[in-house]
């Protein structure tokens, strides 16, 4: 799908194209959502140079995520998504060029979605392609804060389900999730400011004033956010050896309870197996009051090894 964000007169327009479509005047932007190869096809038509594929969106290499062709700046950045209670990252491809910008995507990104949303009613005023690169950039650094402020109202609740037996286990799940989702949130602030970076260097003699001052603030709240990325990971470390400490502390007293138990039961145990032997020459055998005997002596074996035990504070 092909849509174009057309800036004329003062007012932006979104129009769906089709492969039979040419680019209207004043495009600042055109957004390729899961395109078909006839689409990419049409794309190239005004490129000068080989689009890029999904595969080569996905690559980690610097090289391949940042540089300059006769095309314009390219940039493949590592947006956020929000999956139920999960994060994911997903790449999408940016063209940076004179006359517009160029998005290649597979995957339904919720900031796009926010974006022209916000075209739609105004809340954003652009008129360039650099400045519409630099604002998408911008609710996505506010996104990232705002996944980590979930992140910390999570775990706030983490520190009392740690001492809650029923709630162990989802406690090692929550956990689990919760390291997971902020490994993804650091990995798209650390890609945020790599792909800044770049701008800021090599494109700078392109940008304003104003788009350098915005650049510069995005990059002084990546800076702000990474101590809060790395507390977290403090925190969680901290939660699971916790939540470990205290499985394995009620391991140990269920262990000891039946170590006791053992021990409580073993005097009975030797005076039952002494009367359990059929030599001939047994005594207590023909005692009228021997059977009796026995039990309470088992009792009374039983009763006197607990007593020593609660005496000297074992249970």
Known sequence: MITAYVYQDSKLSIVELGIQDTVPMGTLWLDLFKPEDDEREWLRGYSSEELPEEEDINEIEASARFYQNRDGLHINSLFPQRVGQDVKGVNISFNLRQQFLVTLREDDVGLIRLLRNYLRLGRIQVSTPQALFLELFNLKVDYLSDLIEDVYSVLDNVGEQVFDNDELDDVFKLITLQEDSNGKI?????????????????????????????????????????????????????????????????QNKIIKIFSVAAVIFLPPTVIASAYGMNFTNMPELEWQWGYPMAILMMIGSAASTYLFFKRKGWL
Do not use: V
């Open 186 to 250: 650091r990995l798209s602030l650390l890609d945020t400011q790599r792909s800044l970076r770049y701008m800021q260097r090599y494109y700078r003699g392109k940008l304003t004033d104003d788009d350098l001052k915005d650049l510069r603030e995005m990059l002084s709240d990546i800076e702000s956010l990474m101590p809060h990325s790395q507390f977290i990971f403090d925190k969680l470390n901290f939660l699971l050896d916790a939540a470990m400490g205290f499985s394995g502390l009620q």
